[in-house]
């Protein structure tokens, strides 16, 4: 009896571990960075070291194409006598003040929402201002982006490269007993071939979801005898998206770069700094 207690014990134990570590992969942050170049360099320092570049497999910024429901596209409302009622109608809407429980609740992670790069700066927007209006320094870029943050074992850099403005990043951030941050950015274009598992990475966390909710699905369905629809029909919005090639001729090697580990907590600012530029970072649990 006294065994079969110990084993009931170790399983209830080790699915408690496997639901926390899907809930700690499942958090998602907004990452926000600023990079510049420092336009008043004086220095003596020779950067004679070349930037060596981390692992092959990368994650890249993903743009999902975007779809709409062909019967929803292409069908005109009805011109009755409802429609016509109704046109000018505006109702007003309460707003409902969730509790904080209930807003826990309702906050499901989505992996398509990561890795969206956007210009929407909110916690580094008034540096952003200030070092644009600065004439000792040039604003190379800045932007945010949605994720989870792995462990150490699992994660991967994210690598994005500016060719025009030339200045690339490899950027990791993963979780051991703290949160850490492993940043190699670098001035210059390079030559690059690695392999992208984006979407492959998504795909994985989607799957988790819908494993998990997967009990509960079947059952709604048997319990409310749902019929499925047929499946819809999508036109793509951006299929017309023109990309053009730029050539621009890459660097035999690189040699100014920061390469940096450090560890980090939410909602802090960091600053990662080099004689020629700077990079700074944000990070906030969402």
């Not at 429901?69 to 505006?90: G, I, M, Q, R, V």
């Not at 890795?115 to 945010?144: G, H, P, Q, W």
């Not at 799957?207 to 029909?233: A, F, G, M, S």
């Amino acid at each position: 009896m006294k065994s079969y207690k110990l084993l009931f014990l170790s399983l209830f134990l080790s699915s408690l571990s496997a639901n926390s570590e899907l809930n700690l992969d499942l958090k998602e942050y907004e990452i926000e960075v600023i990079i510049f170049k420092h336009n008043n360099t004086v220095t003596d320092e020779n950067f004679d070291e070349e930037f060596t570049t981390p692992s092959n497999e990368t994650i890249s910024f993903y743009n999902p194409i975007l779809q709409i429901n062909e019967n929803a596209y292409l069908s005109k409302p009805k011109n009755n006598f409802f429609n016509k009622l109704f046109k000018d109608f505006n109702p007003r809407i309460k707003n409902i003040n969730l509790s904080n429980k209930d807003k826990d609740v309702s906050k499901v992670s989505n992996p398509k929402t990561w890795y969206r790069k956007t210009n929407n700066l909110v916690v580094l927007k008034k540096i952003n201002s200030k070092l644009k209006a600065d004439n000792n320094y040039e604003l190379l870029d800045s932007f945010k982006w949605i994720q989870n943050i792995d462990y150490k074992d699992n994660a991967r850099f994210l690598f994005y490269e500016d060719r025009q403005k030339e200045y690339g990043l490899f950027l990791k951030f993963y979780r051991s007993r703290f949160l850490h941050a492993d940043l190699k950015s670098y001035l210059g274009v390079m030559a690059n071939d690695y392999v992208d598992i984006t979407k492959d990475k998504i795909a994985k966390f989607e799957k988790k979801i819908l494993e998990v909710n997967k009990k509960n699905n079947e059952n709604l369905k048997n319990n409310l005898k749902i019929e499925l629809n047929k499946p819809n029909k999508y036109i793509d919005l951006n299929n017309n998206e023109i990309t053009s090639s730029l050539n621009i001729s890459k660097s035999n090697e690189i040699n100014i770069f920061i390469d940096e580990q450090r560890r980090i907590f939410n909602e802090e600012i960091h600053y990662f700094d080099h004689p020629m530029f700077g990079l700074i970072l944000s990070i906030k649990e969402i």
